[in-house]
């Protein structure tokens, strides 16, 4: 006789608020049959690995960009990391199951660019290839250009205390000598391959009115950042 199952549904509940994703345990890959992932393709194209599973994962959740159109920040909260230590247990727990090939699913990536790095010199030991899904942010980018001045950056939103809790990190990592080019080599380096590049706009009224940086909408920057991603094979 088969058991009888049935549908249990909850009530509904508040979004959770400050809470910080590193007290949270990492995902436990030994409940996922991970044979199922070793194919030639995953969602972003063809895989550069031979064979082996491929596993999706993420380093941090939400967004505080606050984009008009854009349902995260209601729905995954302001942007989290999941914290160092969490970081080292999930890439030794992926490649102690064989993975060779991983897709971040980070809702906004590049909002900590040292956090960036810190992701990239732990998955790099490892010898993992990876994909960036999420979409890397090209204000954030070209923000971490050398001719792109402190004032610029923050004049690309109407909102000048809002641009500066967007940038304040990647203004920090800027001050202390980081460039976008330090920062696509430094991913290369750690195993990344390519990523979805969020180019957004080039209509500076469209991106305002979208409550998004206007940095985006200049060619010169975006090519350049275009240029330094072909240039270390992303």
Known sequence: MQSRQSLI????????????????????????????????????????TARGPIAYFFTSTGCNTGCDFCEIPYVQG???????????????????????????????????????????ETIKPYGMKWFEEGGLSVFTLAALLPQVRREEILASLTDRRKAEQIYKHVLESKEQGLTAEKLIRTMAESGCYGAYLAVESANSDSLRTSSKPTINANPTYTREVVGLLNKYGI
């Open 78 to 120: 302001k942007w989290t990391k999941i914290g160092g230590s969490n970081l080292v247990r999930l890439v030794s727990q992926l490649s102690g199951y064989g993975v060779k090939e991983g897709l971040l699913e980070d809702d906004m990536f590049l909002h900590d660019p040292k956090w960036v790095l810190e992701v990239c």
């Open 9 to 48: 549904k909850t009530k509904s509940r508040p979004q959770a608020k400050n809470t910080r994703i590193d007290s949270i345990s990492v995902p436990d890959y030994s409940l996922v049959n991970l044979s199922l992932y070793d194919m030639g393709y995953h969602s972003a194209g063809r895989r550069v």
